[in-house]
């Protein structure tokens, strides 16, 4: 039985009468005036422009601080040491075959992942049975942390690609399911009770009011699962891999090749940067309908 | 818009048949191990293409009363007809305008007017048709293409009514519509509610913790008192022209005491100021 279905549930409020005042937070209005437009002018951009130079301030204080310790006596490597080291890797083609690799896990890992919360998270939130079966499970594995598999799914499943794309897929998978599962939760009810009154049933208001209500708990839930897939990939290729960004550190460290250490973080944090900005750029996409503060 | 009652139906107790007809509604709620009775009892009827409001201290149950008849909650005891017919769910044929305007954010205001129209599955050009209607009875045609964020409350809650009306319910149910307006906002609004009902009439039951506004409004001021919830007092309002004139002439002046001294002084004790703690 739907979980939204109204009558016989649960008193929705005990005290039915809302207070009087309204809501907080609602700004009173010129009833035909204008609407009122988010500020989109000169000194909104001016401002943006000043957001950009101090982040590139920032940036370059952090190099500067780096070589700084570097020529300081830390064993590190300087930056021009990195770059050199960078141009090399590039050239002979090993950095894209290991970022090739090391996608190529992620992004397996991170849509099984994603592919298989939205779903579960939307029947526990629609289905007070699937919830109730499914919950345990979940809250039970969120408090591993997917790294603490890997030793049991080499043993279980070998030490080729799937146990890597599994703890991957299981990073990904719990970070998106909990999200998406608190969309549908909360969904607003009066919305709901909108589209009972407009005629609509269960199926239609799970299409048409749940899935686009829930949409941005579902992307901020995968902008999660994204940085915990790559999180775990790292580790996941300390293991066993002859091929990724994690295998090459980890092979430089026998080494004690420093700048290649640094090449490999820095791409890692590059990578996981555009990819978060992929998702970033479709949220603002698909849930540009939100009020923001 | 005059929609006959269903002469089939069950004879009706009353000399004429009521569009509403509320026959013994009581509805209690489980807080903790006590029961809160929100409705004791409640009888009422309503005619064809009324106005009647209904106002009284938080806790009275007038917004159950509404859930009731829209079909968002089931009454625990008695009935809810309409039209002769028992209520048991919600339906198209009664339309509901929330305090929260309750707008599909993703949707725009012809989207929104759209969103029942679709339900029932009207064909694309005549549910266009019906929504840029409906849209300009309200004075929304500026904006059928924004997003309710863009837009302010008042404009949001006439997208709300031409949401409503677009369906074609015989029954408008109003919860404290204006109730997160402020004072200017709400008088327009008011004044536009009255036209626009003047203009396509349906039968309207229009929720109110506003004093003057249940009196502007309505034919009929229904009067509800808390604990338990139940009718207090009914009053009359007299069919007169609804303008500024009488908003401030002696008339309304009297009746607004009148309902005044129901809401606020029920039983002798100040009801709905002890309500409010």
């Given at each position: 039985m739907p979980v939204l279905d109204k009558q016989g549930a649960a008193p929705r409020d005990a005290v039915p009468d809302k207070e009087p005042g309204?809501?907080?937070?609602k700004t009173p209005e010129?009833?035909?005036?204008?609407?009122?437009?988010s500020p989109r002018t000169s000194a909104g951009s001016r401002d943006r422009g000043r957001m950009l130079l101090l982040n590139a301030l920032s940036v370059a204080l952090g190099i500067a601080l780096w070589w700084v310790l570097a020529a300081g006596g830390f064993k590190l490597p300087t930056p021009p040491e990195a770059v050199s080291r960078a141009g090399e890797l590039i050239s002979d083609g090993t950095l894209a075959d290991d970022v090739l690799a090391s996608l190529t896990r992620v992004m397996i890992g991170f849509v099984l992942g994603t592919a298989v919360a939205i779903p579960v998270g939307f029947l526990m939130g629609w289905y007070a049975t699937a919830r109730a079966l499914v919950e345990p499970w979940i809250q039970f594995f969120r408090?591993?942390?997917?790294?603490?598999i890997i030793p049991l799914a080499i043993v279980v499943m070998?030490?080729?690609?799937t146990p890597k794309i599994f703890v991957i897929f299981l990073a990904a998978f719990l970070a998106c399911v909990i999200s998406t599962f608190q969309g549908v939760v909360n969904v607003d009810r009066t919305l709901i009770d909108a589209a009972r009154v407009l005629g609509a049933k269960d199926g239609r208001i799970f299409a048409r009011v749940v899935v686009p209500a829930s949409t941005p708990f579902i992307l901020v839930g995968m902008r999660v699962g994204l940085g915990s897939a790559w999180a775990t990939l790292v580790a996941a290729e300390?293991?066993?891999?002859?091929?990724?960004l994690g295998y090459r550190m980890q092979n430089a460290q026998l080494y004690y090749d420093l700048p290649t250490i640094f090449v490999g973080l820095i791409s890692i944090g590059i990578l996981g940067l555009l990819m978060d900005r992929v998702l970033l750029l479709a949220e603002r996409k698909l849930t540009g309908w939100q009020e923001r503060r | 818009m005059t929609s006959k009652p269903a002469a089939t139906a069950k004879p009706a107790t009353q000399s004429e048949p009521a569009k509403i007809s509320v026959r013994g509604v009581t509805k209690t709620f489980a807080l903790g191990r006590e029961t809160f009775t929100?409705?004791?009892d409640v009888s009422l009827d309503i005619a064809d293409n009324e106005f009647v409001t209904v106002v009284g201290p938080s806790g009275c149950g007038k917004s159950t009363l509404l859930n009731i008849l829209a079909g968002l909650e089931a009454p625990t005891e008695g009935q809810a007809l309409v039209d002769g017919e028992e209520v048991s769910g919600p339906g198209p044929e009664r339309g509901v305008i929330f305090q929260q305007y309750a707008?599909?954010?993703?949707?725009t205001v012809r989207q929104n007017v759209e969103f029942g129209l679709r339900t029932m599955g009207v064909a694309k050009d005549e549910r266009r048709r019906r929504a840029e209607h409906f849209i300009a009875l309200v004075g929304l045609e500026r904006f059928a293409?924004?997003?309710?964020?863009?837009?302010?409350g008042g404009m949001r809650q006439r997208c709300a009514i031409a949401r409503a009306y677009a369906v074609g319910p015989s029954i408008l149910l109003m919860d404290e519509?204006?109730?997160?307006?402020d004072a200017l906002t709400r008088v327009k609004l008011q004044e536009q509610l009255l036209d626009t009902w003047s203009q396509d009439k349906r039968t309207v039951l229009f929720i109110t913790h506003d004093v003057d506004e249940a009196v502007f409004l309505a034919n009929r001021v229904i009067v509800m008192a808390a604990r338990?919830?139940?009718?207090y007092d009914v009053i009359d309002v007299p069919a007169?022209?609804?303008?500024e004139d009488f908003r401030l002439s002696a008339d309304f002046a009297q009746l607004r005491n009148r309902v005044w001294h129901s809401v606020y002084h029920q039983d002798g004790v100040t009801a709905a100021l002890t309500a409010a703690h």
């Amino acid at each position: 039985m739907p979980v939204l279905d109204k009558q016989g549930a649960a008193p929705r409020d005990a005290v039915p009468d809302k207070e009087p005042g309204g809501t907080p937070g609602k700004t009173p209005e010129a009833l035909s005036g204008a609407p009122a437009k988010s500020p989109r002018t000169s000194a909104g951009s001016r401002d943006r422009g000043r957001m950009l130079l101090l982040n590139a301030l920032s940036v370059a204080l952090g190099i500067a601080l780096w070589w700084v310790l570097a020529a300081g006596g830390f064993k590190l490597p300087t930056p021009p040491e990195a770059v050199s080291r960078a141009g090399e890797l590039i050239s002979d083609g090993t950095l894209a075959d290991d970022v090739l690799a090391s996608l190529t896990r992620v992004m397996i890992g991170f849509v099984l992942g994603t592919a298989v919360a939205i779903p579960v998270g939307f029947l526990m939130g629609w289905y007070a049975t699937a919830r109730a079966l499914v919950e345990p499970w979940i809250q039970f594995f969120r408090t591993i942390p997917p790294l603490a598999i890997i030793p049991l799914a080499i043993v279980v499943m070998g030490i080729d690609e799937t146990p890597k794309i599994f703890v991957i897929f299981l990073a990904a998978f719990l970070a998106c399911v909990i999200s998406t599962f608190q969309g549908v939760v909360n969904v607003d009810r009066t919305l709901i009770d909108a589209a009972r009154v407009l005629g609509a049933k269960d199926g239609r208001i799970f299409a048409r009011v749940v899935v686009p209500a829930s949409t941005p708990f579902i992307l901020v839930g995968m902008r999660v699962g994204l940085g915990s897939a790559w999180a775990t990939l790292v580790a996941a290729e300390l293991i066993a891999a002859q091929q990724g960004l994690g295998y090459r550190m980890q092979n430089a460290q026998l080494y004690y090749d420093l700048p290649t250490i640094f090449v490999g973080l820095i791409s890692i944090g590059i990578l996981g940067l555009l990819m978060d900005r992929v998702l970033l750029l479709a949220e603002r996409k698909l849930t540009g309908w939100q009020e923001r503060r | 818009m005059t929609s006959k009652p269903a002469a089939t139906a069950k004879p009706a107790t009353q000399s004429e048949p009521a569009k509403i007809s509320v026959r013994g509604v009581t509805k209690t709620f489980a807080l903790g191990r006590e029961t809160f009775t929100a409705l004791d009892d409640v009888s009422l009827d309503i005619a064809d293409n009324e106005f009647v409001t209904v106002v009284g201290p938080s806790g009275c149950g007038k917004s159950t009363l509404l859930n009731i008849l829209a079909g968002l909650e089931a009454p625990t005891e008695g009935q809810a007809l309409v039209d002769g017919e028992e209520v048991s769910g919600p339906g198209p044929e009664r339309g509901v305008i929330f305090q929260q305007y309750a707008l599909f954010p993703w949707l725009t205001v012809r989207q929104n007017v759209e969103f029942g129209l679709r339900t029932m599955g009207v064909a694309k050009d005549e549910r266009r048709r019906r929504a840029e209607h409906f849209i300009a009875l309200v004075g929304l045609e500026r904006f059928a293409d924004a997003l309710p964020k863009t837009l302010s409350g008042g404009m949001r809650q006439r997208c709300a009514i031409a949401r409503a009306y677009a369906v074609g319910p015989s029954i408008l149910l109003m919860d404290e519509p204006f109730g997160a307006l402020d004072a200017l906002t709400r008088v327009k609004l008011q004044e536009q509610l009255l036209d626009t009902w003047s203009q396509d009439k349906r039968t309207v039951l229009f929720i109110t913790h506003d004093v003057d506004e249940a009196v502007f409004l309505a034919n009929r001021v229904i009067v509800m008192a808390a604990r338990p919830g139940r009718i207090y007092d009914v009053i009359d309002v007299p069919a007169v022209e609804r303008d500024e004139d009488f908003r401030l002439s002696a008339d309304f002046a009297q009746l607004r005491n009148r309902v005044w001294h129901s809401v606020y002084h029920q039983d002798g004790v100040t009801a709905a100021l002890t309500a409010a703690h």
